[in-house]
């Protein structure tokens, strides 16, 4: 994920005090290797359906990040890539994982849009680290709470 989500959050990158200028290449570059990305997650975690996620995946990377890259394009990148990689990943046998992984997204999203307002490098840099790492957490804990209502 950092190979397609640094170069894209690097395209807009401006220092301070100039205008806003976004370098197309290294958006292209991000979108080029993001659906390498979603291949990746599908066929390492063996997820039977992964081609059809992958392009499901693509989508709402589009969306998210068209959507809320309005807001700021690191928000939607990092919407994007959460919400892609929650379907592409293979989902433990819980009922409830999506529920918590689209949680955990939501919660990633919320705590990056916070540290771009308070700290905007550590806010780039956590937006493309927390996505992939909560909804990791998320699916320990429906597999946790899973074992412990059968218990």
Not at 35 to 57: C, D, E, H, M, Y
């Amino acid at each position: 994920m950092m190979f397609s989500y640094f170069p894209y959050a690097a395209a807009f990158a401006t220092p301070e005090g100039e205008p806003l200028r976004i370098d197309p290449g290294l958006v292209a570059i991000g979108l080029v290797v993001a659906p390498f990305v979603f291949i990746a997650l599908g066929v390492i975690s063996r997820n039977t359906l992964f081609a059809k996620r992958v392009l499901q995946s693509m989508g709402l990377l589009l969306v998210l990040g068209l959507g809320l890259g309005l807001l700021s394009p690191v928000v939607g990148a990092t919407a994007g890539f959460g919400v892609g990689g929650a379907l592409t990943l293979r989902a433990p046998d819980v009922l409830e994982v999506y529920k918590w992984r689209l949680w955990s997204v939501a919660l990633s999203v919320t705590y990056v849009m916070a540290l771009l307002l308070i700290a905007t490098p550590a806010g780039v840099f956590t937006g493309g680290l927390l996505p992939l790492l909560m909804i990791g957490f998320a699916d320990q804990f429906s597999i946790w709470r899973a074992s412990q209502a059968s218990a």
